[in-house]
């Protein structure tokens, strides 16, 4: 826990739920009669509305990107490294929205909020739901805030797909988009990671269909496995032996199988950790809102096509060392935008982390990070 608030960030925080009336349709063919999206704002909105910036979580990310719920947390919002005063998303400049997305599990209408055509908790039978979709949500945020055009659009894997769908489709509505370690959209092996991570949860005795919590319990041990998997893939063979090695935890070989490495035990407890913080509906949710993103479809696979009409400026950022969404996977999006006469900035960053790299205090990457923000403030300031 903190003992004082460091001076570079955005302080104690609250979250605010807002309460949307207007049905959504999603793309599975339901409809959302109602909903509500949970999310955190920092800074202060200029009178213009013009300094407002979105920030779209990944998978397992949620509304609280930065700062502190109260003096006790242990430690800041996901992305506390990139946004406060005098960050790379500079809160004395800009108004930040971070958003949990629905079908998420801190509080946005999804598997574990009630129906309220049934009175029970969703579960399982709440709709999937596709990036699509969570623009289209988002965008009633916006309009709920008063917020006509975002100043950016910003996100990191899952969350740099929703930026980039942003500038799809709904083009006015954006000036910039920040796409990190990002893709058009997962490879066969990315999906068949996602196809294990499912199968464990689904395989669990405790999952119970997903109706668990009508059960009074979890899928623990599919989860946590899941959540292994997808930790590893998150990070990169040179991070693994960085940091763990072969350290044995006590020394010695024991011949056995129980934990003796230190990676199996970091894996443990990550694992153990995330099922106490996160739904296992939910992680099939966001797995397959992974999998079904693919905006170049509807243009018959031509990806240049696909950005044809987008009007913002971007900037994409890869990391050498990230296998998961390689950075041939960001240059397919900027020779696309470049081949459609777009405005973008590209940068690879050498960096050791993996995937994870996007989270990480690199201080090349925040410096390229903060120098394009620097300019979306300066070019707002000016309009």
Not at 352 to 365: K, S
Request: with cysteine.
């Amino acid at each position: 826990m903190p003992e004082s608030i460091p001076a570079d960030s955005v302080g104690l925080v609250s979250p605010s739920t807002l309460h949307i009336d207007d049905p959504l349709k999603l793309d599975c063919g339901r409809v959302l009669p109602h909903y509500d999206l949970v999310y955190e704002t920092y800074g202060e909105l200029n009178a213009e509305h013009s300094n407002a910036v979105l920030i779209c979580h990944a998978l397992s990310g949620d509304h609280h990107a930065a700062g502190f719920h109260t003096m006790e947390d242990r430690k800041p919002g996901w992305w506390d490294t990139a946004i406060g005063p005098g960050k790379a998303i500079d809160t004395n400049r800009f108004f930040v929205v971070s958003v949990n997305n629905l079908g998420g599990c801190k509080g946005s209408t999804g598997p574990n909020t009630i129906n309220p055509e049934t009175g029970e908790l969703y579960g399982p039978d709440f709709p999937i739901v596709t990036v699509s979709d969570w623009v289209r949500s988002q965008a009633m945020l916006a309009d709920k805030l008063q917020i006509t055009q975002w100043a950016a659009v910003i996100g990191g894997s899952l969350g740099g797909m929703q930026a980039l769908q942003w500038a799809i489709s709904l083009p006015e509505r954006v000036r910039h988009t920040v796409v990190i370690a990002a893709a058009p959209k997962l490879s066969a092996q990315n999906i068949a990671f996602n196809e294990v991570a499912r199968t464990a949860i689904k395989s669990d005795p405790d999952f119970h269909d997903g109706y668990y919590m009508a059960q009074n319990t979890l899928p623990r041990q599919g989860l946590g496995l899941a959540r292994m998997l997808g930790h590893i893939t998150y990070l990169s063979d040179e991070a693994m032996g960085e940091k763990f090695g072969r350290e044995l935890r006590s020394g010695a070989i024991q011949f056995g199988y129980d934990v003796e490495f230190q990676i199996e035990s970091y894996l443990r407890y990550q694992s153990t950790s995330f099922v106490e913080r996160f739904d296992a509906n939910t992680y099939l949710l966001m797995t397959k809102a992974l999998d079904y993103f693919d905006p170049a479809k509807e243009f018959d696979d031509d990806l240049t096509a696909t950005v044809a009409n987008i009007k913002a400026k971007s900037l994409i950022i890869s990391f050498t060392s990230d296998w998961r969404f390689s950075p041939v996977r960001s240059r397919e999006i900027v020779n696309a935008m470049l081949a459609a006469g777009k405005s973008v900035s590209y940068a690879e960053i050498e960096a050791h982390q993996g995937h994870d790299a996007f989270l990480m205090p690199i201080p090349r990457y925040l410096e390229i990070f903060a120098s394009y923000m620097q300019q979306v403030a300066n070019e707002g300031e000016n309009r």
